[in-house]
């Protein structure tokens, strides 16, 4: 299995994860039920480790597809910076859940303030990493990308002559 297999079989997970984590964490909320807040908040760390993978496995993916056609560098750099970015917002809302559990373990009440800073943050992040799918599909799929309107025809001002 090569690296861009390995990165086209992890960076799923991530949009799909955290889309159905949001929901979960939703639901969570609504009916107050601490167990599977608590299995959402694993769930989380462990989305953010395959994402991992799927962002370092991406860089090996582009080494081997500009061998094979030619890419839009434009559209790659694009879609790096925001997994980049995905992936770090990630981090900093793992720290947060991570702390969640820990409280947790300890016996504390996890405030609901930090509850709504991880549903909310959990939203945005499937959000962010959903943007950055798109870009990395236009890298491959350009008919997916926004299409530019064709000029319209300019009609020529100048009346037609009267032909003999």
Known sequence: MNAAQVHLMTVHVPIVGCWGLSILFVLAWIFRDERLFKICCWL?????????????????AYELLEQQIELNT??????????RSCLLAMVVLAMVVGNALVQGFQGEKIPRWQRAVILAGTIGIAGFWSAAAHWG?????????FSKPEPAAIPDPTPPMNQP
Do not use: N
Request: proline content about 6%.
């Open 44 to 60: 989380l760390l462990t989305v953010l480790l395959v994402a991992t993978v799927a962002y370092f496995s991406g860089p090996l």
């Open 74 to 83: 434009e559209t790659v750099e694009f879609h790096a910076i925001l997994a």
């Open 137 to 145: 599909g236009l890298i491959r799929h350009p008919e997916i990308g």
